[in-house]
């Protein structure tokens, strides 16, 4: 089993929708992290969070420590918005100084015109 | 600025070949990572440097060696590829001293193993 899964695998809309990707993982974690990863297969990262919720543009990531949980929503999505969002988190590693990344399988979002 | 970079940009190797890939970044990070990216899986951590001249073994070593003999560089080495080495290959640095920070990556490197 996945230390982070992802739901869901892939996810269509149609542009000006609501999206909402959502994220849980089963370990200990320091930070979460959302990637954005680009058909060109760049990858980028959209939020780090280790509480409560942050917002950039049409984009906002919340997380709930006690459910372990965290979705990603976009707000009026728009065709450019198509890409693969991965979920990470940094798990609490003991006796070491790196916080290792758990990667979650990703989630393929294509918003049609 | 150009942050992270990775040469190449595609290599095709056949069985038994070896070769370097480098991977570059201009921020002064400390930490340095290598991932592969299959299809259907997760990101995976192949080795890992928190600072220079030191290196770690990530995920799925195996096959692989790293060296980080300066700051700005992270390299790895495929000494004797194999076909379930093909993948796309992310190198990422970090600003965090826990190794606990965004990570910024790489355009990818794409191997096929023959």
């Known amino acids: 089993k996945n230390e982070v899964e992802q739901s869901p695998q892939n996810l269509t809309a149609q542009e000006g929708e609501f999206i909402t990707i959502n994220c849980s993982y089963s370990?200990?974690?320091?930070?979460l992290h959302w990637l954005q990863q680009h058909p060109g297969g760049g990858i980028v990262s959209l939020f780090m969070?280790?509480?409560g919720k942050k917002k950039h543009g049409r984009l906002i990531a919340t997380i709930n420590i006690q459910e372990k949980h965290s979705s990603l929503h976009i707000t009026a999505s728009h065709p450019r918005d198509s890409a693969v969002y991965i979920c990470?988190?940094?798990?609490?590693?003991?006796?070491?100084?790196?916080?290792?990344?758990?990667f979650g399988r990703g989630t393929q979002l294509t918003v049609w015109p | 600025n150009a942050g992270v970079t990775q040469t190449p940009k595609f290599q095709v190797l056949k069985t038994g070949q070896s070769m370097t890939l480098l991977c570059a970044q201009d921020?002064?990070?400390?930490?340095m990572y290598w991932y592969r990216q299959d299809p259907g899986m997760g990101l995976r951590l192949i080795h890992y440097?928190?600072?220079?001249?030191?290196?770690a073994k990530g995920e799925v070593p195996d096959g692989y060696n790293v060296s980080r003999l300066k700051k700005q560089n992270f390299l790895l080495g495929l000494e004797s590829a194999a076909p379930s080495q093909t993948s796309v290959y992310f190198c990422?640095?970090?600003?965090?001293?826990?190794?606990?920070?965004?990570?910024?990556f790489g355009p990818g490197t794409r191997l096929l193993v023959l």
């Open positions: 990422a640095s970090s600003y965090r001293t826990s190794g606990v920070g965004t990570q910024y």
């Open positions: 370990v200990g974690i320091s930070a």
């Open positions: 969070l280790s509480s």
């Open positions: 990470a988190v940094n798990g609490r590693h003991r006796g070491s100084t790196l916080g290792r990344l758990y």
């Open positions: 921020m002064n990070h400390e930490y």
């Open positions: 440097s928190v600072g220079e001249g030191t290196t």
